[in-house]
């Protein structure tokens, strides 16, 4: 989680970020994610959204809520693009190539668990609210907020597509890096281009900038536990922020960027696959501490059910993202297996320390 999810995920996000910011300034030019002045662009992203985190929980909020209003706006701004291609002759011809019987022909299923791993990072923040869990009022209502934020995401999320598909030929969808400035411009015209830019990197911004609230305070609570260096536990007096795990992860997460070949699909390669390794980890040790102690108190109880599933679904993604590219993820595992012994060392020392009788089991 401190060397892959989190900082890979930031990383993703300030790429993305990065890409459409370098569109409105070069306009003219094709950028490559692997270009320094992209990188450089991502950094100061990150570097920002990392500072604002260290000032204060309330301030950050704030900038939240305004950043996500870019996101409302860009939601509009697409799917007015889409009305507009469709009432064309050629957009509705693009449309209903896209969209029609022949649309998947020649798919491969073996690729499946590759694409889908891409697809899914898409959704990863659905379990960053987790991470909140200890400063929430009730933590009974976490459940209810997962479930309902991944269904309106979801929607969003094949609404956009759609939308994409109604107003791009499918040659334009593969071979476009900045999607949505294609899209808003063919079908609104050049006004379109820079709004579009600005709107998609305020919102890859703000993504990242939850991403860090979120993640800080599971490095946090790690320290403060000993499953990490006890100096990631260290909070400002002003703020009550923090701060000492958020310079951690911007560190590994500047790291992440500075590696050569850096770029958005290396960084997909790199946090997908090894994340939902975790997260079948995850639901794995979910049965086994439901098993060794059944009356530990528990606020809310997950479904077994729902553990399984996760535990099937990511062993289907790892295996064919190993199968589909080793060699690209052969840094993935390497890195993966050689933090692994800090983690079983901490989970050692964690067996060892005395720990309290469980409660008993709330009704």
């Known amino acids: 989680m401190f060397f892959v999810i989190r900082p890979g995920a930031q990383g993703l996000l300030t790429v993305t970020f990065a890409r459409y910011v370098s569109a409105a300034l070069w306009p003219e030019e094709t950028i490559s994610d692997g270009e320094w002045r992209v990188k450089l662009i991502a950094i100061a992203g990150l570097s920002s959204v990392a500072a604002l985190n260290c000032v204060g929980v309330k301030e950050t909020s704030i900038v939240q809520g305004s950043l996500t ?3 409302l706006l ?7 693009a889409a009305v507009s291609s469709l009432t064309s002759a050629e957009g509705r011809g693009d449309a209903a190539q896209n969209l029609g019987p022949g649309a998947f022909s020649g798919s491969d299923v073996a690729g499946l668990g590759p694409a889908l791993v891409g697809a899914l990072w898409a959704f990863d923040g659905w379990n960053g ?15 209810v907020i997962i479930v309902l934020s991944m269904l309106t995401v979801a929607g969003l999320y094949v609404a956009i597509n759609l939308c994409y598909c109604a107003a791009l030929p499918a040659e334009a969808i593969l071979e476009s890096t900045t999607i949505a400035v294609d899209m808003a411009s063919s079908s609104l015209g050049p006004w379109a281009f820079y709004s579009a830019a600005v709107l998609v990197a305020m919102s890859a911004l703000g993504a990242a900038n939850g991403s860090i609230m979120c993640g ?3 490095f946090f609570a790690a320290a403060r536990d000993g499953e990490l260096p006890r100096a990631l536990a260290a909070v400002s007096p002003g703020g009550r922020t923090p701060y000492a795990a958020i310079l951690a992860n911007l560190a590994v997460s500047v790291g992440l960027l500075c590696l050569p070949g850096s770029s958005f699909d290396s960084l997909v390669a790199y946090f997908g696959a090894a994340s939902w390794l975790w997260y079948g980890t995850t639901g794995a040790s979910l049965v086994k501490l439901r ?16 553990a399984a599933l996760t535990v099937c679904v990511s062993a289907f993604l790892v295996g064919s993202s190993v199968w589909d590219a080793r060699t690209r993820r052969a840094s993935v595992w390497s890195l993966c297996l050689a933090v692994a ?20 089991a709330e009704p």
């Open 291 to 306: 098993r060794d102690r059944p009356n530990l108190r528990r606020v809310f109880r997950c479904p077994l059910a729902c």
């Open 216 to 218: 800080s305070r599971l």
């Open 341 to 360: 012994p800090l983690f079983l060392h901490a989970a050692h020392l964690r067996i060892k320390r005395p720990t309290a009788p469980d409660a008993a």
């Open 69 to 71: 209003v870019s996101k």
């Open 74 to 80: 860009l939601l509009l701004l697409l799917a007015a």
């Open 129 to 143: 609210m987790a991470f909140l869990a200890e400063e929430l009022h009730d933590p009974r209502s976490l459940p």
